[in-house]
């Protein structure tokens, strides 16, 4: 962590009650930044902030839903009367459903797209007309580049944010930069709530760092975009999965990892 490296910018989160979204709102504030925290649940983003508050640092909650159009212009309005304007943006909402391409109903569609892909739009469409320069961090996902079955339109519409951070790079620039971030699996209650430690433990052999990713994982690199010190990176995507994405099949890392360990014990 860089303190103070924020200092004086006034950060927006969407999807900050829980999860990512909370990690990226502490790590933003810790850094000096004034953040708004956001989502639906006022009984969940008010408890954020007052955490953040209670570490030192400076947020308030504004409650959005990031389907409603009305929703996301008045949270922009609501950030800039809060705190005087804007300079950092984190789309991050997100939701999926259990659901292929073949079974995908209209209806997961409009979820899925509505929450994760016009939001992002539409919210940085709003931000931008506030902001005097900065920066917007879109949170992605590795199934932007490989996916698994029953994932659609949650694939889908994270390899179009990569495209959507290219166009908003271009049409935003050069006063405000864009980026994106895609992590890999981070260890949060939805994706780990049902999870035994036999699954987990194999899970965890299949990255080359040995464990999950957490929240803080995602929210330095968010930081670094978000700051000066990443001001002449702007249109990229950088993948936060652990190394993940470098094992082409799942069972040869940990077989390699259990001979390398047999044969340092036998040498």
């Known amino acids: 962590m860089t303190p103070r490296r924020l200092d004086g910018d006034v950060a927006l989160v969407t999807g900050s009650t829980r999860g990512i979204g909370e990690g990226v709102a502490h790590r933003l504030a810790a850094e000096g930044a ?30 959005a839903d990031v389907r409603d159009p009305d929703d996301i212009a008045a949270l922009v309005e609501a950030t800039v ?34 929450t994760d892909f016009r939001s992002y739009w539409l919210t940085a469409k709003h ?32 390899a179009g944010i990569n495209g959507m951070t290219r166009a908003m790079a271009l049409d935003f ?9 895609n992590p890999g699996w981070v260890a949060i209650e939805r994706t780990v709530a049902d999870m035994d430690d036999d699954y987990r433990e194999r899970l965890e052999g299949n990255h080359p760092v040995g464990r999950l990713g957490t929240p803080a994982d995602v929210a330095g690199p968010v930081a670094f975009l978000a700051s000066d010190d990443a001001a002449f990176v702007t249109g990229a995507h950088l993948t936060i999965d652990g190394g993940r994405s470098a094992v082409m099949q799942d069972d040869q890392l940990p077989d390699y990892r259990e001979r390398r360990e047999n044969a340092e014990a036998d040498g």
């Open 173 to 181: 620039g050069p006063s405000i930069r864009v980026n994106t971030v």
């Open 81 to 114: 009367e809060e705190y005087g304007g804007l300079d950092v943006l984190v789309n991050n909402a997100g939701v999926q459903t259990d659901t292929g391409a073949d079974d995908a109903s209209i209806e997961d569609w409009s979820f899925v797209v509505e």
């Open 127 to 158: 931000a931008a007309a506030a902001m005097d320069g900065g920066s917007i961090v879109n949170v992605s996902s590795n199934h932007a580049f490989l996916t698994m079955p029953e994932l659609f339109p949650y694939n889908a519409v994270k």
């Open 34 to 63: 004034s953040v708004v925290v956001t989502g639906r649940t006022r009984e969940d983003g008010e408890a954020v902030a007052a955490a953040i508050r209670d570490d030192g640092g400076d947020a308030a909650f504004v409650r």
